[in-house]
C-alpha cells in the first residue's frame, strides 16, 4: 500500500477518534491534513472574531514548510496514536 492510499485510509479512520480526542489534537491533525492535501496555507488569516477558523489556519500555518509526503506520515501516526489512546 502506497502512502496516498495509507493516508485516505487514515482519513477515513479519524473520523471515529475517540470522544476523549481534544480539540487540540483535533487542530493538530486539521493542519497536517490541510498540508497533505493542499500544500501551503494559501488564505488570509480569518478575523479575530472568528476563532474557530482562525484556530484552524494557525494550526495549518504552523506547519507551512512541512512537505505533503511528510504530514501524511505524521497525519498517519498521530490517528495510531489517539486510536491506541483509547
Do not use: H
Request: proline residues 5%; glycine residues 4%; aromatic residues 10%.
Amino acid at each position: 500500500m502506497g502512502l496516498k492510499e495509507e493516508f485516505e485510509e487514515y482519513t477515513e479512520k479519524a473520523k471515529t477518534l475517540p470522544p476523549s480526542t481534544t480539540d487540540s489534537e483535533k487542530l493538530i491533525l486539521y493542519g497536517l491534513y490541510k498540508q497533505a492535501t493542499v500544500g501551503k496555507c494559501n488564505t488570509s488569516r480569518p478575523g479575530i472574531f472568528n476563532l474557530r477558523d482562525r484556530a484552524k489556519w494557525d494550526a495549518w500555518n504552523s506547519i507551512k514548510d512541512k512537505t505533503p509526503e511528510s504530514a501524511m506520515e505524521d497525519y498517519i501516526t498521530k490517528v495510531k496514536q489517539l486510536q491506541e489512546a483509547a
